[in-house]
């Protein structure tokens, strides 16, 4: 593939993300945000620091129900 339709999927994925949209590739799978709460982390010197909430990107392949990808 080239370089650019891979950057330019990338964009049209995080696009649709921000916009509260999954995005559903047949025969791949699908991307999707999740929300990560506000957590606590506590470091090697003892002290414990609060990581803020997150999203991210997920992908979930689409599993295949036929033999034919042996």
Do not use: A, Y
């Amino acid at each position: 593939m080239e370089p650019q339709f891979i950057k330019s999927f990338i964009q049209v994925v995080k696009e649709q993300i921000v916009k509260e949209n999954r995005v559903q590739i047949d025969g791949l799978g699908q991307f999707h945000k999740v929300h990560q709460t506000q957590t606590q982390k506590k470091l090697d010197d003892g002290r414990v620091v609060l990581m803020p909430p997150k999203d991210k990107i997920e992908f979930k392949p689409e599993i295949s129900h036929t033999n034919d990808d042996r």
